[in-house]
């Protein structure tokens, strides 16, 4: 079982960027799925989360800017960024609550990371 992030890059301020992330393998069942953030000399932040039934939470700092959304369908969750601002730069990182079919319960799994940076 993996989870493989894409979609960051480099963006002028108020721009936008999607990131994607994919979950694969022998997955029985994923709970919630999320994305976090760690800017340098900081530590991993929430960002933004979803339970597999849609409901969402969002940091503070991203509220009215990003939107998290998810299709089971396909494993995948997705972070939508807009007006993105300097202090969004990170490398992000998305999670997912998962059980895979060799697996006796659930548990963390964590993408490889992606690079946003936000700058003129």
């Known amino acids: 079982v993996q989870l493989q992030a894409s979609g960051g890059g480099l963006v002028q301020p108020g721009g936008s960027l999607r990131l994607s992330c994919a979950a694969s393998g022998s997955i029985f069942g994923i709970n919630d799925m999320g994305w976090y953030r760690q800017a340098p000399g900081k530590q991993r932040e929430l960002v933004a989360d979803i339970t597999s039934g849609g409901n969402t939470n969002y940091a503070d700092s991203v509220k009215g800017r990003f939107t998290i959304s998810r299709d089971n369908a396909k494993s995948t969750v997705y972070l939508q960024m807009n007006s993105l601002k300097p202090e969004d730069t990170a490398v992000y990182y998305c999670?997912?609550?998962?059980?895979?079919?060799?697996?006796?319960?659930?548990?963390?799994?964590w993408g490889q990371g992606t690079q946003v940076t936000v700058s003129s």
């Open positions: 999670n997912a609550d998962l059980r895979a079919y060799w697996s006796g319960g659930y548990v963390d799994y």
